[in-house]
């Protein structure tokens, strides 16, 4: 179907490219808010980039065009084209908001760049930044898919192991595959860390876009093999002993790079606003005043088998009659049409707000403390910390 392809415009479809503000609020008040939340840290992680220099720049730009390709290879694929995004006051296609390019540079970057400060050796730094780069996002996801910020496949096998309404294959795809990011990017900077060279440039925009999502295929291949074939608990936990491992192992050798060329409090603030944005939305805001009109999962009859091309069966369509997601039809008029892949859901109401918030709240505490301490100006002025050199990258 031509229209669920993420590039194609779909003049059929209800969207428009720009939506005011003020009618976004009216129907999904916390997703304004997060939209602009990543604007706004993404414009910081670009200031904080632009004050350290060639390296940093390369970076950001890096995230932003391997997580860029990274969203629309998968929403092609028919394997894991299994999520819809919400219509942002700002969109691309009818299936790519703007901000979404954003949230691969926050989490990406962020991550990557707080670690060069450790000077760990390239497979260790590597670890680590994918094991923070899931403490960034694992809030994200959890508010996102809350509140209706994306909707995901109600029948599809490689999500179907959830934890607080997120994928478990979800966590485990953020922590390979910007780990596998860091380490392209830490290898096509290896004997030009100050960038000196349009070559490098070259080279390491090459490794991140055409490798980061192989390599990322490649370690959950194995790791799915733990929990019967698809993303699990299993997996997750292994991932995260061996990653936490060679992450002590790298402590243990590494050498402080030299100093920062400038201060890392851009990229502190943004974080710190981050995560306690995240948190207050989560406390505040209500997901019955959600209501999401956008591409979702095709409307039709129930239990209508479909095989996807890794063998694994599961149900073409969605029906009212027969789903378990986090929405539900109360505040239409009407059901969808069979065939229809745009209508509106609505939100459900919290039945544990107080699990949702103890989790917000140790996740926003362990990322501020993470962050914090690698974006301080105490670590700043103790020498430790500043460009991906060689030393960290052998």
Not at 52 to 61: I, N, S
Request: with cysteine.
């Amino acid at each position: 179907m031509l229209a669920a392809l993420p590039w194609d415009l779909a003049p059929h479809l209800p969207w428009s490219p720009l939506t005011s503000p003020a009618a976004q609020w009216e129907v999904m008040p916390s997703f304004l808010v997060g939209e602009y939340l990543f604007y706004a840290c993404t414009i910081l992680a670009f200031v904080h980039a632009r004050r350290h220099g060639r390296a940093h720049l390369l970076a950001w730009v890096a995230a932003l065009l391997a997580g860029t390709a990274n969203d629309m290879l998968f929403m092609a694929l028919p394997m894991v084209d299994n999520f819809w995004q919400a219509q942002a006051t700002i969109m691309l296609t009818p299936r790519l908001p703007l901000y979404i390019p954003c949230v691969y540079v926050c989490f990406m970057y962020f991550p990557t760049v707080a670690v060069w400060r450790l000077g760990l050796p390239r497979i260790a730094q590597a670890a680590l930044t994918g094991l923070l780069a899931e403490l960034f996002y694992a809030p994200y996801d959890i508010v996102g898919a809350k509140f209706l910020w994306w909707t995901w496949h109600d029948t599809d096998m490689p999500i179907a192991n959830r934890l607080l309404g997120v994928p478990v294959g979800s966590s485990m795809w953020v922590i390979t595959f910007v780990a596998g990011f860091a380490f392209l990017l830490a290898t096509g900077l290896r004997k030009d860390p100050e960038v000196e060279r349009r070559s490098t440039i070259a080279k390491a925009l090459a490794l991140v876009m055409g490798l980061s999502s192989l390599q990322m295929m490649v370690q959950m291949r194995p790791l799915q093999l733990l929990d019967e074939g698809i993303p699990g608990p299993r997996g997750l936990v292994v991932v995260i002993v061996i990653y936490l491992g060679v992450v002590v192992w790298g402590l243990r050798r590494r050498q402080p790079p030299s100093p920062r060329r400038a201060s890392d409090r851009p990229l502190l603030v943004a974080a710190i606003l981050y995560y306690l944005t995240l948190a207050g939305i989560m406390a505040i805001a209500d997901p019955t005043a959600h209501r999401s009109a956008s591409m979702h999962q095709t409307y039709g009859e129930c239990h209508v088998e479909a095989t996807d091309i890794m063998g694994l069966t599961r149900y073409e369509f969605l029906c009212a009659q027969d789903f378990d997601e986090d929405f539900d039809f109360r505040c239409v008029d009407h059901l969808p049409a069979a065939g229809d892949e745009w209508y509106t859901v609505c939100g459900r109401a919290h039945t544990d707000l107080a699990r949702f918030m103890m989790v917000m709240a140790l996740l926003s505490a362990l990322g501020i403390a993470a962050y914090g301490t690698l974006l301080s100006d105490r670590l700043r002025s103790s020498g430790r910390g500043s460009e991906p050199s060689s030393n960290a990258t052998h």
